[in-house]
Each structure stands twice: as C-alpha cells, then as structure tokens.
C-alpha cells in the first residue's frame, strides 16, 4: 500500500472512529444453537463485521447453546433490554406473534429453495413490522434451518405408526396443533433436551432438521428416518427495541443492514447443504422413508382449518408461494 492510500485509509479509520465513539456499543447477541451450528457461525461473522464497519467502535459478544437461558428467557431479556440481541426461531416469536404462525402452513414450501424465496419476500419482510409494538423487538430480516423431517427409534410406514407416539417439537403451537392432528403424542422440549431424551427412550421420535439429524447423530438411537420435508424453520434477527430506541439512526442503519445480511445468508447455507446432509443420513443404512404431504391425510386439512381463524397472513403466504414456485 502507497503511503498517500495509508494516510487516507488512516484518516478514514480515525474518522470512523471519532464518530461512532460516541455511540460505543458492546452489544451482547444470544442464541440456542450450539457453537458449530450454520446459526452461530452467522452470528459471530455479524459481529466480525459490525466491529469492522464502525471501525472497532462496537462489537458483539456471541452466547450460544442457551448460555443466556432458553429462548422464553431471551425474548423477555429482550424486552426489558437486558439482552441486546438474538437469532431466534421465528417458532418462539410466534408464541407471543401467532401471525408467524403461518409460515408453519404443512407444506407451505415445495423445498428448500421455495422456503427461501418465500423468506425473501415482501409478504414475509412486512410480517415483521408489528414486532416492536406487540413484542418488544425489532425483527431486522429472516434466516433459517432445513425443512423437518421425522426420526423414530421404532418403525414407521404410515402415518397411523405415530399414532399415540411420544414426539418431541419444538415448544410452539403450530407444530403442537399439527400432531395433534396426526395423532402423535407431541411432547414440547427444548433442543440441548433431544439427544438425551432419544437415547434414553423418553421419546419414541423427534421431529428435527437434516442438519442436526446428521451433526449431532441423532440417527444413532432411530431405526427409520421420514424425510417428509412437511414445514420449513424460519428464524430471525432481533434487536430489543429498547436498545433500538437508544441507537443513533446510522447505527440503527448499519445494524439492521449487516444483521440482515448474515441472518439471511443462513438462506443460502442451508440450501446449498441440505441435500448432502439427507443423503449422509440415508447412507446411515437406517430405515429411510421419503413421504409427501399424502402421508399426513387429513392431518394438513385440519391444521389449515385452525391456523386460518388464528393468521390472516395465511393466504398472502400462500399467494407468494405460488408466486415464487
Ligand atoms: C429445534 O428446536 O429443533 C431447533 C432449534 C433451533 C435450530 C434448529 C432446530
């Protein structure tokens, strides 16, 4: 580098500095997913970046596998602006925002480049905008995990196998409403839970992910895996509206800039490996059952019936859908 171009890129970073001391910010992001996860990865990039762009002046600390506390925990940290921070499943913000419910619609994505494009969309981006009033965070753009699929350790050939089955879900209500439907016994608990929980037999059959599947072996205590793909797993970059409120409006411009972009390429990370990690679990040798939205029956009627008194986004999601196929 020319001396002239060091004093300039000097002067610029002495710029960047005197301006965004003001506003120095040590911004602490939690999350659920462990340290390897796509999830994390992405968290610590935004952080690497964030620091960068504000020339040193913030940064983020990352906590992931719940070291802050579930993701109940997180969102209410969130609220009163203990936690700065969080990539969440949009699964526990629709606990407290049943309009998100919607993108749990069985079937809503054909695969997992649809469940993308979906995310991308306008109809999904404005599904945000209610946030900071009904929740107390700002949503600044979506990322998300595989499409789900099912692991039991007994076998499963029609859908009336998982019938009366101890299935662990993710604790929100769409996915409790849609086995409840199929007529599992669908039993909430939280990740860090799951292994433990299907090694030991406290649950007959998870309902998981590919990637988590096949990183963290959880086909180790399965004897079939249904590769159904029947929901996609959106999740999403919050920042607590408190803390919103208190940043200075570049700051708020480059934070929601550069969460976004590393929320969103999860996106991407997820449609370029999940093929890969599905047939690694098929390679397992296990049982491997692919299945379509025919081996849930009336299942996915019923859950339609109930989501569409409980979302009026369900039909703009639907229509993007059909827009983006
Ligand atoms: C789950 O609850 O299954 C889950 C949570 C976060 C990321 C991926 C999966």
């Known amino acids: 580098m020319s001396y002239f171009r060091k004093i300039v890129v000097s002067a610029a970073t002495l710029l960047a500095l005197t301006s965004w001391s003001a506003q120095a910010k040590e911004f602490r992001l939690g999350l659920i997913t462990p340290p390897p996860h796509i999830w994390t990865k992405a968290a610590e990039a935004f952080g690497e970046e964030l620091s960068e762009a504000s020339g040193g002046a913030h940064s983020v600390s990352v906590f992931p596998a ?85 692991v039991s350790r007994g076998e499963i050939n029609s859908s009336e196998d998982l019938s009366g089955l101890k299935l662990r879900i993710t604790p929100f209500t769409p996915i409790l409403d849609f086995y409840n439907a199929v ?60 803390v919103w409120a208190g940043l200075s409006d570049d700051d708020r411009a480059m934070v929601a800039e550069l969460m976004a972009k590393h929320v969103d390429s999860t996106i991407d990370s997820y449609v370029e490996k999940e093929a890969g990690w599905l047939e690694q679990i098929e390679g397992t040798g296990k049982a491997y059952k692919k299945v379509d939205a025919s081996f849930f029956g009336d299942a996915i009627g019923e859950w339609n019936a109930i989501w569409s008194e409980k979302t009026s986004s369900l039909d703009a999601l639907r229509e993007t859908a059909a827009s983006t196929q």
């Open 183 to 242: 007529g599992a016994a669908p039993t909430p608990m939280p990740l860090p839970a799951v292994y433990d929980a299907l090694a030991n037999g406290q649950v007959d059959a998870i309902d998981m992910d590919a990637e988590l599947i096949w990183v963290l072996k959880y086909y180790d205590h399965a004897d079939t895996i249904v590769q159904s793909d029947h929901m996609m797993f959106p999740m999403v970059g919050l920042v607590s509206a408190k």
């Open 66 to 150: 719940r070291q802050l506390g579930n993701e109940a925990e997180m969102l209410q940290q969130l609220q009163t602006g203990a936690l700065d921070m969080a990539f969440m499943t949009v699964a526990e913000v629709s606990n407290r925002a049943p309009e998100l419910g919607a993108f749990y619609a069985p079937y809503l994505a054909d695969d997992i480049g649809h469940a993308g494009r979906i995310l991308r969309s306008d109809t999904a981006k404005s599904m945000l905008e209610p946030l900071p009033g009904q929740v107390g965070v700002v949503g600044v753009g979506y990322g998300m995990a595989g499409l789900r699929q099912i």
